[in-house]
């Protein structure tokens, strides 16, 4: 499959009919659970797991989801869902990007970004990235302008 950036970390999705609404296809908050589930596999691919994060006492939290619906999903669909972290400031927050298709279609369902936050687990407030963090996600980066 072609996507708008190189090396995706992808998931693939077979559209559950309890995913459907009543309009008769995928309710848009589902969209929002495969993004957040797509998340959470890259960053268990990259050695980040719920156990990292508790043993370092910070989470990546979401600050900001921007969700793009550009065409509709159906029951038994076959979709790949991709994401890349486009940025990692290395202080304080990370940004993901994420793009859903058929399998083997090149048309674009879902374009998205969110931007995460680091936050202590034990305090909820705001806290600097871990090294493990800087590093791991930050070797991840894509650039966006390729």
Known sequence: MEWGLPTPFT???VVEESAIDAFGH?????YLRWVEQI?????EAL???LARYRALDR????HRHE????SPAFAGDALVLATWIVACDGRTSLTR???LKRA?????LLAARTRFACVALSTGRPKRLPEEYRRLYGAAVVDESE
Do not use: P
């Open 11 to 13: 998931l693939e999705i």
């Open 26 to 30: 995928v309710n848009n908050g589902e």
């Open 39 to 43: 998340s959470w596999a890259h960053s």
């Open 47 to 49: 050695g980040l797991d």
């Open 59 to 62: 989470a990546m939290v979401v």
């Open 67 to 70: 969700l793009d619906y550009l």
């Open 97 to 99: 990007r994420f793009e």
């Open 104 to 108: 083997g279609e090149a048309r674009t």
